[in-house]
């Protein structure tokens, strides 16, 4: 799986990922997303609508989020975030920069569950577990290793469509997460940045305004 994505050389070098794009719910009310993932365990995703700017960011151990009214910035409310959504950030921000690999890194582990069949696939079913109760199943096509379904423990579906490639690494063009009630989220990203130096500030928890 990983050889399907790039040469290892290409791999083990990336040490951020920068993807911009759109994001729908249901197919409708689009609005910008931008996501930065940065070594060793920085994220930072912004998602801006006529509406609202919403930032989730995670420094390591300190996550945050925050809404603010674009069109009067001085109306805004920021959280921080508690141990379990620090734990599945700190999944997610490993899980896009390692590449399937090293999980046992952050106490992950990889298990073998077996073949089965996905869309009239043969495929190899390898469960990802990350703490205690995180987990990412992932269905890859036993012929070709191409990711085919990935589902998580709380029932969302993720599927991914198309290819782009950014500094000899393949990155999907489109992902879609259908939850449970049959609502989908998608995103489909127009640009893949990769190796961009972020500056801490982007990620760490915002002081708070002095007046």
């Given at each position: 799986?990983?050889?399907?994505?790039?040469?290892?050389?290409?791999?083990?070098?990336?040490?951020?990922?920068?993807?911009?794009?759109?994001?729908?719910?249901?197919?409708?009310?689009?609005?910008t997303?931008?996501?930065?993932?940065?070594?060793?365990?920085?994220?930072?995703?912004?998602?801006?609508?006529?509406?609202?700017?919403?930032?989730i960011?995670?420094?390591?151990?300190?996550?945050?989020?925050?809404?603010?009214?674009?069109?009067?910035?001085?109306?805004?409310?920021?959280?921080?975030?508690d141990?379990?959504?620090?734990?599945?950030?700190?999944?997610?921000?490993?899980?896009?920069?390692?590449?399937?690999?090293?999980?046992?890194?952050?106490?992950?582990?990889?298990?073998?569950?077996?073949?089965?069949?996905?869309?009239g696939?043969?495929?190899?079913?390898?469960?990802?577990?990350?703490?205690?109760?995180?987990q990412?199943?992932?269905?890859?096509?036993?012929?070709?290793?191409?990711?085919?379904?990935?589902?998580?423990?709380?029932?969302?579906?993720?599927?991914?469509?198309?290819?782009?490639?950014?500094?000899?690494?393949?990155?999907?063009?489109?992902?879609?997460?259908?939850?449970?009630?049959?609502?989908?989220?998608?995103?489909?990203?127009?640009?893949?940045?990769?190796?961009?130096?972020?500056?801490?500030?982007?990620?760490?928890?915002?002081?708070?305004?002095?007046?």
């Amino acid at each position: 799986a990983r050889a399907r994505l790039g040469a290892e050389s290409a791999l083990q070098g990336v040490t951020s990922v920068h993807f911009t794009g759109t994001i729908e719910i249901d197919g409708a009310n689009a609005r910008t997303i931008d996501i930065i993932f940065q070594k060793p365990i920085r994220q930072r995703i912004t998602v801006t609508g006529p509406e609202l700017v919403e930032v989730i960011a995670l420094d390591d151990y300190d996550g945050w989020s925050q809404r603010t009214n674009p069109k009067n910035p001085a109306q805004w409310q920021r959280t921080l975030l508690d141990a379990p959504q620090i734990k599945r950030l700190r999944a997610q921000a490993w899980d896009n920069l390692n590449f399937f690999r090293g999980i046992e890194k952050i106490r992950g582990s990889v298990r073998l569950d077996g073949d089965v069949t996905v869309d009239g696939v043969a495929c190899v079913k390898l469960v990802f577990t990350y703490y205690d109760r995180i987990q990412l199943t992932r269905y890859f096509d036993k012929a070709t290793a191409r990711l085919v379904k990935t589902e998580t423990e709380t029932g969302v579906e993720i599927r991914e469509e198309g290819e782009m490639m950014a500094s000899g690494v393949r990155f999907p063009k489109k992902v879609s997460n259908r939850e449970k009630s049959g609502k989908t989220v998608t995103m489909t990203f127009d640009k893949i940045t990769l190796n961009e130096v972020h500056p801490a500030a982007d990620f760490a928890v915002p002081a708070l305004p002095t007046n």
